[in-house]
């Protein structure tokens, strides 16, 4: 069974700052790698996906990388904002999607 | 266009209570999923339908059923709730798993007493 593990749990800072969330996995037999964001009480909206041959994937401030081989991905975030605020989950799709646990950003203004 | 949609968005039941949780899609998607989300525990997959037609049980499917009732439509039932069934419940959709990305519904948060 996968399993995908995501530090930190809960992250700090001030905004303007680049960050890095991370996402490790177990299992690299995946189609793909996504990262969804979720705002509290809302359901998850998707950021990126990397598709298993594919090395990163960007789209505005938010580049995502992948190494299958080790069972990595990392979101970069740059220039953080206050609106940024919110759980990033990272999710591996293969013969079922599993889901990290998120890590909660909070960006202080 | 909709996307994904759920109801009811709130819930609460007694122990031993039934009740469907409902959800469709207009995208015209092949694929949905239910899932759980639980304070720690991240999503966790109840059951899927792969294509209209089929269901199959995800990492977590005890104490429920589905229906693909057509290819926009795919309901959850609690046939007797029991408190560790508290949860919010995300349903989900995605046109090809190995290329696309899923989307979700607003989710719908159950409490069982």
């Known amino acids: 069974k996968q399993e995908v593990t995501q530090i930190p749990a809960a992250l700090s800072v001030p905004e303007g700052e680049n960050l890095v969330l991370n996402c490790s996995f177990t299992d690299s037999a995946i189609y793909n790698l996504q990262w969804f964001r979720q705002d509290p009480g809302k359901g998850l909206t998707s950021l990126l996906l990397?598709?298993?041959?594919?090395r990163e994937q960007t789209s505005g401030r938010l580049n995502a990388s992948l190494d299958k081989s080790s069972g990595r991905s990392t979101l970069y975030i740059a220039a953080s904002q206050p609106g940024d605020s919110a759980t990033y989950l990272c999710?591996?799709?293969?013969?079922?999607?599993?889901f990290g646990t998120g890590t909660s950003l909070t960006v202080i203004p | 266009n909709a996307g994904v949609t759920q109801t009811p968005k709130f819930q609460v039941l007694k122990t031993g209570q039934s009740m469907t949780l409902q959800c469709a899609q207009d995208m015209n998607h092949n694929s949905m999923y239910w899932y759980r989300q639980d304070p720690g525990m991240g999503l966790r997959l109840i059951y899927y339908?792969?294509?209209?037609?089929?269901?199959d049980k995800g990492e977590v499917p005890n104490g429920y059923n589905v229906s693909r009732l057509n290819k926009r439509e795919f309901s959850l039932r609690l046939e007797s709730a029991a408190p560790s069934q508290t949860s919010v419940y995300f349903c989900a959709s995605i046109r090809d798993r190995a290329q696309e990305t899923q989307y979700f519904g607003p989710g719908t948060r159950l409490l069982v007493l």
């Open positions: 990397i598709q298993s041959s594919q």
């Open positions: 999710a591996t799709s293969g013969n079922q999607f599993y």
């Open positions: 339908s792969a294509s209209e037609g089929t269901t």
